[in-house]
């Protein structure tokens, strides 16, 4: 598999590895002199605040993330978030607030004063074509936070990531059909409740709250259920489809290899 030839991404790379007890010397020691050997489920939380967020305030450099950002500044004692590339490599990012949170359970997502998560990853999705070489079209490209029964990270996190090819198919055969309001959709065999955003970007829409708002199951048990935001070009313009459930994971329709953008070639 092709992986980022920057050097930010290889960094976070080994250090995150390090940090989930991947990466030891003989000793059985972590390489990373900044985490524990085996910081498990907390390793993103430990990353984020411990090394890149102190890394970006005293010395503006965000290593072992991509960046670091704090939109009301750093000083300001507001939330803000960062971008790390995944430790296994690939055309996939996440994005990781500065301040402690879980997934789709955390009510805090829900705070209208926080940063928009999902318009941040969106613009961060350039990142992409460091990967495959070039830029890599919207309709390739989801965001995807995973239910909390498969989350291996107790740190919420956005995925930054392609679509199978199979999953970009069903969804632009699907897209007519696709209105403002909910209503089921399977894609690529898997069952969602769809939407659809007609929109440039994410900036005056809140995923998380209108997954909340489809139902009071939704809004007392966001925790089972999955998000997705899935690029889409419609016949009127740039949009997005938005997916939710408590069936299979939003994981399930990405590919690291971005296959369908020309990754695998």
């Not at 928009?116 to 070039?134: D, M, P, Q």
């Not at 708002?213 to 997705?228: C, N």
Request: hydrophobic letters at 40%.
């Amino acid at each position: 598999m092709h992986r980022p030839t920057h050097a930010g991404a290889r960094t976070a790379s080994l250090l995150l590895a390090a940090a989930i007890g991947l990466c030891a010397s003989n000793d059985g020691t972590a390489k990373s002199k900044d985490l524990p050997p085996a910081a498990g489920r907390d390793a993103y939380r430990q990353i984020v605040q411990d090394q890149c967020v102190i890394h970006w305030t005293e010395h503006e450099d965000p290593a072992p993330c991509e960046k670091v950002v704090f939109p009301a500044g750093p000083s300001s004692g507001a939330s803000g978030y960062a971008v790390l590339a995944d430790p296994d490599g690939g055309a996939h990012y996440l994005l990781i607030p500065t301040q402690t949170m879980t997934g789709t359970d955390a009510s805090e997502l829900l705070d209208p004063n926080l940063p928009n998560y999902f318009a941040e990853a969106w613009r961060t999705r350039a990142l992409l074509s460091t990967f495959v070489g070039h830029a890599v079209p919207r309709t390739d490209v989801a965001l995807v936070v995973g239910t909390a029964a498969t989350r291996r990270q107790d740190q919420f996190h956005i995925h930054i990531e392609c679509l199978r090819p199979d999953v970009v198919d069903s969804l632009k055969t699907a897209a007519d059909k696709v209105t403002d309001r909910w209503s089921s959709m399977t894609v690529a065999g898997f069952p969602f409740q769809a939407m659809k955003l007609a929109a440039q970007g994410l900036e005056t829409t809140n995923p998380f709250e209108l997954v909340a708002a489809s139902s009071p199951d939704a809004r007392h048990h966001m925790g089972s259920y999955t998000v997705v935001v899935a690029g889409m070009q419609y016949a009127s313009g740039p949009g997005f489809i938005l997916l939710t459930g408590t069936g299979p994971s939003g994981d399930l329709l990405l590919d690291s290899g971005c296959i369908v953008a020309g990754g695998g070639s």
